[in-house]
């Protein structure tokens, strides 16, 4: 396996991988776009910080890309449709900066009220400008957190403890999670009208692109201060420019940048009352060797092991989960390859059934698992754990997860209900013993099969000798029989018989058993 590295980061990501067998490493820094495309095509991982952008271009190039690992938090600097659609999973590092960035943020918010590098460059300049630089003290004064993730969390505390009086917006926590960091949760209007220090800790997504514009800076208080050192773009650095001039804003102290680095004409470059680092956010040594040592070892386990973690565009499963999830993810896959080899005509929606103790469980990955196995044996496309939503979404296959109430003679059991334009077809699986996979249920027939290796589908009449035929004809043909399963729904009428056998079966000898004596239909099926 080959990683490139494009982006300047800590050693240690090197030593990690380059310690790792079967894995060896390039580091390769300011490429141009053109030069990445060309070289892209012979790695299997990407490693990156902010300053490589993996667009849909890069990724569409990446013939043997599998993981694309962002050293840092925002991935927005990688085409996330682009690498899910191609089955690439991309990672980061949460939490690995968080502290280091949150410190910047206050940092900032107390150079800007105190006006440390305007009074620095004066001092440089040989001037002495007391009346100047004139700050105003934080103590006391209402600090208002757009976003109370990992990083705005963290300011929070800080802020707290420099005796502020915290309020935040951030619709997707709770009110419980907010007493608990001690701040309170507003509107975004609320906040903007009772703010004297705004900090922004979004990321940067459709939603939150512009979110402070001219529009916002009308409902702030008289005076407010802005830090941003999440994303550039989340304010709009024109209206902002604009506020400042108008006075409602009396300073900003902004790390990141719409366009980095930012041109000779931005307007921030020219205002005083802006205070300015390149994007220094996450730049401090225990960070950097954080977030280096934290990706190189998510790539090598997940090249090697095939353990995903921290992963943004597929459910990362925690090693714990792992161990009860592992068995259920593993029926959930052959379930939906059996599916899949037995289906026929176009698949209209794909129903995920739980019953018993799995629905104590997130089953997202055991559904996402069902899908893949399904899509993988239907489709051409490639299908993999990290696509396999995207490409039944992107055929319009409707996808339903039910967690069932429904008493079921096994402790668990997933069903896969596929519906088609003429049929519905059902397969019903089940964790026996020490988790050993079954397949219970094939449509209306109950039965007990392993689903296992090479196995023949037979629904035929349930009549005498039909078992007694297929044995014949198998043996005469060298196929081994290892195991058969039967099921029937009443005497006389229909049954079906699930057989294991050694060696693949040819096209021919399908055929011979489809002539033979009450049989209706014959599949093969490999697991
Ligand atoms: P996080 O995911 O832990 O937190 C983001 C928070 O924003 C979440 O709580 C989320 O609910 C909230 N949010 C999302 N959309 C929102 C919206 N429309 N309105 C209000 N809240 C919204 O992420 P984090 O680790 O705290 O990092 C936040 C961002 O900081 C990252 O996405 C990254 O862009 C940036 N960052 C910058 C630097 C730097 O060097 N300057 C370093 C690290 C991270
Ligand atoms: C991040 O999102 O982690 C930051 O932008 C840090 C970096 O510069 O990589």
């Given at each position: 396996m080959k990683i490139l590295i494009s982006d300047s980061m800590s050693n240690k990501a090197v030593e990690i991988l380059k310690a790792t067998p079967g894995i060896t490493v390039d580091v390769i820094t300011n490429l141009k776009p053109e030069e990445l495309k060309a070289k892209?095509?012979?790695?299997?991982g990407l490693v990156v910080r902010s300053a490589t952008k993996a667009t849909a271009e890069i990724i569409e190039a990446a013939?043997?890309?599998?993981v694309i690992g962002r050293a840092?938090?925002?991935?927005?600097?990688?085409?996330m449709n682009a690498a899910t659609k191609k089955g690439i999973v991309v990672m980061n590092t949460p939490g690995g900066n968080t502290v280091t960035t949150a410190e910047h943020a206050v940092a900032m918010m107390m150079a800007l009220s105190r006006k440390i590098p305007q009074a620095t460059a004066s001092m440089k300049r040989g001037e002495w400008e007391k009346k100047k630089f004139e700050g105003t003290e934080v103590t006391g004064k209402t600090l208002g957190i757009l976003g109370v993730g990992n990083i705005g969390s963290v300011v929070a505390s800080r802020a707290l403890g420099l005796r502020m009086n915290v309020i935040a917006y951030d619709p997707f926590i709770s009110t419980e999670a907010a007493d608990k960091i001690g701040i309170s949760l507003v509107t975004m209007d609320e906040l903007f009208k009772k703010s004297d220090f705004i900090s922004i800790h979004v990321p940067l997504t459709n939603e939150t692109?512009?979110?402070?514009n001219a529009e916002a800076f009308q409902k702030m208080k008289k005076g407010v201060k802005i830090i941003n050192?999440?994303?550039?773009?989340?304010?709009s650095e024109k209206d902002l420019a604009e506020a400042i001039k108008a006075k409602i804003v009396s300073g900003a102290a902004f790390?990141?940048?719409?366009?980095?680095?930012?041109?000779?004409?931005?307007?921030l470059l020219q205002l005083d009352e802006v205070i300015l680092t390149p994007?220094?956010?996450?730049?401090t040594f225990e960070a950097q060797e954080n977030v280096a040592i934290a990706i190189a070892e998510q790539i090598a386990d997940y090249l090697t092991t095939g353990t995903i973690r921290n992963a943004v565009n597929v459910p990362s499963i925690p090693a714990e989960l792992l161990v009860s999830l592992g068995a259920y993810i593993s029926l959930g896959e052959k379930l939906g390859s059996f599916q899949g080899q037995i289906l026929q005509g176009g698949i209209e929606e794909i129903t995920v059934e739980y019953s018993g103790e799995?629905?104590?469980?997130?089953?997202a990955p055991i559904t996402i698992a069902c899908i893949k196995g399904l899509l993988d044996k239907v489709l051409d496309t490639y299908v993999n754990f990290v696509n396999a939503p995207f490409v039944a979404k992107e055929r319009g296959i409707k996808v339903v997860e039910v967690k069932s109430s429904r008493p079921t003679d096994f402790a668990s059991s997933i069903t896969i209900k596929v519906r088609t334009k003429d049929a519905e077809n059902i397969v019903e699986g089940a964790l026996f013993g020490k988790k050993e996979p079954r397949i219970v249920r094939i449509d209306k027939f109950f039965l007990d099969a392993v689903p296992e290796g090479y196995l023949l589908l037979l629904q035929n009449e349930?009549?005498?000798g039909v078992i007694g035929n297929v044995g014949t004809l198998l043996a005469a043909n060298n196929v081994n029989i290892a195991r058969l399963h039967l099921g029937r729904q009443s005497t006389g009428g229909e049954a079906v018989s699930v057989w294991s056998v050694d060696t693949p079966l040819s096209k021919g000898l399908i055929e011979k058993v489809l002539k033979?004596?009450?049989?209706i239909s014959a599949h093969v099926i490999e697991l």
């Open positions: 892209i095509k012979d790695y299997h013939e043997n890309l599998k840092g938090t925002g991935v927005d600097n990688v085409d692109k512009n979110l402070v050192c999440a994303r550039g773009g989340i304010v790390d990141v940048f719409e366009k980095e680095p930012p041109a000779a004409d931005n307007p994007h220094l956010g996450a730049s799995v629905v104590s469980y997130d089953v349930d009549k005498p033979l004596p009450h049989m």
